[in-house]
């Protein structure tokens, strides 16, 4: 591609990317710990109805106070939901006080709910949303609620970011996405009710979308081929490292309000910081500011050390080395693109189905941690540790043996993983935990593999409406996640089934896309359609100068998309 050449000709690895990308993949550390807050902000500590107080003229300590109060369930445990409507003095005098409890319910003792409140344990918390609005019983639906809500707004955001930023540049929208989640979380943060929690959490949402797809965009369109399966793979450590950060951050902060505020507040950072980033020389390019483009490709080539380079470059010959690229940005492009020619459709559906199932398997897995009965802070800290070897894993499968091979085992992998753990007793929780952890390892890799290989297939004059798509199937596949959940209800196995096959399927569509190792970076629709679909292509001559000279480079193949 012509801008390669431009890109080289300013310096492709120098002082400029090095640092644009680093500033660009700060706020990534912070993305995990608003995504997977839930766990921790919404953790659901053991509760049980407030005893009866009327007690006077009897002196009684708290655990007689319960035992009359409260009944226990099978397990020999407090009810959660449900307490005598009148204490049961005759409990204080039975040596078995479960039997007599279940015994003197079927002959008809009168219940209540819980009518002046829960007591909860906050052995482990201080606060969090569950006891701030007493989520529980029948208010429980709306803890998933609030993360449904939330993955609402990424949803809303993908939509919105992905076209508004192909149309006034990523730059503004990656400012406009740091400022909307640095006030939201804060409101987030000291919000009254469930109400206003929720609202300001799909702001937060929304604003993780803009700052995910314009960031990722501003990365891949400064760097050249050959470092972009390097660069994607650790931005992809960045959000890994944030899983981490968040466990150690949730762990010293018990408060759901201070921890919602600490991790808002380092989005002020980033925004003002954000202002010394550059547009993109070739959404510039192609949307007709090629004044902006020469100016900005001047700037890079002073700050790599190339002053030289710059005082050669001029809109002339800019217009000449991208006239084919200028004169298709002529036409105005829209979501509809996605689907307008076979290339365009096949590309779209298949990612379509990708990005769905790896969220919604992803999140199935990460969202519900004490489901694992293992403290959430150290399983937190498993789940986070798995990323690191996967995506090495992923990241030297994707540079040796493509991207289509790397995404098809990474999704039918995580899928066999799951549907294995059903068939795993459940005493045998180690296992079951060890399996989850290799199927989210998986995921991860997925992941990783996704923001990557839908960069390089999407063309740039639909890069962002296309990113900005499948990034919304994948929060509606984050969204449908938790109400599979319900179905396990009526049958036991079928959420663990679904979990598990929806990653197998997807990975047979993910056969059907195009290899895109070692290829330039598309800039219009023509370009992706003479890539094509042709299995096992042999290279043109073109393409064979781009290998030859990429085999030349120092990284080598490992640096090699």
């Given at each position: 591609?012509?801008?390669?050449?431009?890109?080289?000709?300013?310096?492709?690895?120098?002082?400029?990317?090095?640092?644009?990308?680093?500033?660009?993949?700060?706020?990534?550390?912070?993305?995990?710990?608003?995504?997977?807050?839930?766990?921790?902000?919404?953790?659901?500590?053991?509760?049980?109805?407030?005893?009866?107080?009327?007690?006077?003229?009897?002196?009684?300590?708290?655990?007689?106070?319960?035992?009359?109060?409260?009944?226990?369930?099978?397990?020999?445990?407090?009810?959660?939901?449900?307490?005598?409507?009148?204490?049961?003095?005759?409990?204080?005098?039975?040596?078995?006080?479960?039997?007599?409890?279940?015994?003197?319910?079927?002959?008809?003792?009168?219940?209540?709910?819980?009518?002046?409140?829960?007591?909860?344990?906050?052995?482990?918390?201080?606060?969090?949303?569950?006891?701030?609005?007493?989520?529980?019983?029948?208010?429980?639906?709306?803890?998933?609620?609030?993360?449904?809500?939330?993955?609402?707004?990424?949803?809303?955001?993908?939509?919105?970011?992905?076209?508004?930023?192909?149309?006034?540049?990523?730059?503004?929208?990656?400012?406009?996405?740091?400022?909307?989640?640095?006030?939201?979380?804060?409101?987030?943060?000291?919000?009254?009710?469930?109400?206003?929690?929720?609202?300001?959490?799909?702001?937060?949402?929304?604003?993780l979308s803009g700052l995910v797809l314009n960031a990722f965009s501003l990365i891949v369109e400064w760097i050249p081929t050959r470092v972009r399966t390097v660069v994607g793979t650790g931005t992809g450590y960045c959000y890994t490292t944030?899983?981490?950060?968040?466990?150690?951050?949730?762990?010293?902060?018990?408060?759901?309000?201070?921890?919602?505020?600490?991790?808002?507040?380092?989005?002020?950072?980033?925004?003002?910081?954000?202002?010394?980033?550059?547009?993109?020389?070739?959404?510039?390019?192609?949307?007709?500011?090629?004044?902006?483009?020469?100016?900005?490709?001047?700037?890079?080539?002073?700050?790599?050390?190339?002053?030289?380079?710059?005082?050669?470059?001029?809109?002339?010959?800019?217009?000449?080395?991208?006239?084919?690229?200028?004169?298709?940005?002529?036409?105005?492009?829209?979501?509809?693109?996605?689907?307008?020619?076979?290339?365009?459709?096949?590309?779209?559906?298949?990612?379509?189905?990708?990005?769905?199932?790896?969220?919604?398997?992803?999140?199935?897995?990460?969202?519900?941690?004490?489901?694992?009965?293992?403290?959430?802070?150290?399983?937190?800290?498993?789940?986070?540790?798995?990323?690191?070897?996967?995506?090495?894993?992923v990241t030297v499968s994707m540079s040796i043996i493509g991207r289509r091979i790397s995404q098809c085992a990474a999704l039918i992998l995580a899928g066999i993983t799951i549907l294995i753990n059903l068939l795993v007793p459940y005493e045998?929780?180690?296992?079951?935990?060890?399996?989850?952890?290799?199927?989210?390892?998986?995921?991860?890799?997925?992941?990783?593999?996704?923001?990557?290989?839908?960069?390089?297939?999407?063309?740039?004059?639909?890069?962002?409406?296309?990113?900005?798509?499948?990034?919304?199937?994948?929060?509606?596949?984050?969204?449908?996640?938790?109400?599979?959940?319900?179905?396990?209800?009526?049958?036991?196995?079928?959420?663990?089934?679904?979990?598990?096959g929806a990653p197998i399927l997807s990975g047979i569509f993910a056969y059907f896309l195009p290899e895109t190792l070692g290829a330039p970076l598309p800039d219009t629709i023509q370009d992706a359609e003479e890539r094509g679909f042709i299995?096992?292509?042999?290279?043109?001559?073109?393409?064979?100068?781009?290998?030859?000279?990429?085999?030349?480079?120092?990284?080598?193949?490992?640096?090699?998309?």
């Amino acid at each position: 591609m012509a801008f390669a050449d431009l890109l080289e000709q300013v310096g492709s690895t120098g002082r400029f990317q090095i640092v644009h990308v680093t500033l660009l993949s700060l706020p990534i550390l912070m993305m995990a710990s608003h995504n997977l807050l839930q766990n921790f902000a919404a953790a659901v500590p053991s509760h049980h109805c407030v005893a009866h107080t009327n007690l006077s003229g009897h002196q009684l300590n708290p655990e007689d106070t319960l035992l009359i109060s409260v009944p226990l369930d099978q397990q020999g445990r407090p009810e959660r939901c449900r307490r005598y409507a009148h204490p049961q003095w005759h409990l204080l005098h039975t040596n078995s006080s479960k039997e007599l409890e279940w015994e003197n319910e079927e002959n008809g003792i009168e219940m209540q709910g819980c009518v002046d409140g829960w007591k909860y344990n906050m052995t482990e918390m201080t606060s969090t949303i569950i006891t701030e609005w007493d989520l529980v019983c029948d208010m429980r639906s709306l803890k998933q609620m609030g993360q449904t809500i939330y993955m609402g707004g990424v949803l809303v955001g993908a939509v919105i970011f992905g076209g508004l930023s192909d149309r006034f540049g990523r730059r503004v929208l990656l400012l406009i996405s740091h400022l909307m989640m640095a006030v939201a979380g804060t409101c987030a943060a000291f919000a009254t009710s469930f109400s206003l929690f929720c609202l300001f959490r799909f702001f937060c949402g929304m604003a993780l979308s803009g700052l995910v797809l314009n960031a990722f965009s501003l990365i891949v369109e400064w760097i050249p081929t050959r470092v972009r399966t390097v660069v994607g793979t650790g931005t992809g450590y960045c959000y890994t490292t944030g899983q981490l950060i968040l466990a150690v951050v949730a762990y010293n902060i018990r408060d759901w309000r201070w921890l919602t505020l600490a991790v808002s507040l380092p989005f002020y950072v980033s925004f003002l910081y954000s202002w010394w980033f550059l547009e993109s020389a070739r959404w510039l390019v192609l949307n007709k500011k090629p004044e902006q483009a020469v100016k900005n490709l001047k700037t890079v080539a002073r700050i790599n050390g190339r002053s030289d380079e710059a005082d050669k470059i001029d809109i002339e010959m800019l217009r000449q080395s991208m006239k084919k690229e200028m004169s298709c940005s002529q036409i105005s492009h829209s979501v509809l693109d996605l689907l307008r020619n076979r290339t365009m459709r096949t590309i779209t559906i298949c990612l379509s189905v990708v990005w769905f199932s790896t969220s919604f398997a992803y999140y199935g897995l990460s969202m519900d941690l004490q489901k694992f009965g293992v403290n959430i802070y150290l399983i937190q800290v498993i789940f986070g540790a798995v990323d690191i070897p996967a995506k090495i894993i992923v990241t030297v499968s994707m540079s040796i043996i493509g991207r289509r091979i790397s995404q098809c085992a990474a999704l039918i992998l995580a899928g066999i993983t799951i549907l294995i753990n059903l068939l795993v007793p459940y005493e045998l929780q180690t296992l079951r935990t060890s399996l989850a952890v290799i199927g989210k390892g998986c995921l991860a890799a997925s992941f990783n593999c996704c923001y990557l290989y839908s960069g390089e297939l999407y063309p740039t004059v639909i890069r962002q409406n296309g990113m900005g798509w499948v990034s919304m199937m994948a929060r509606l596949g984050a969204m449908v996640a938790p109400l599979v959940l319900l179905l396990g209800e009526a049958v036991a196995w079928l959420p663990g089934f679904i979990y598990g096959g929806a990653p197998i399927l997807s990975g047979i569509f993910a056969y059907f896309l195009p290899e895109t190792l070692g290829a330039p970076l598309p800039d219009t629709i023509q370009d992706a359609e003479e890539r094509g679909f042709i299995k096992r292509k042999q290279p043109s001559k073109k393409e064979e100068v781009v290998l030859k000279d990429s085999s030349n480079s120092p990284l080598k193949e490992t640096a090699v998309p």
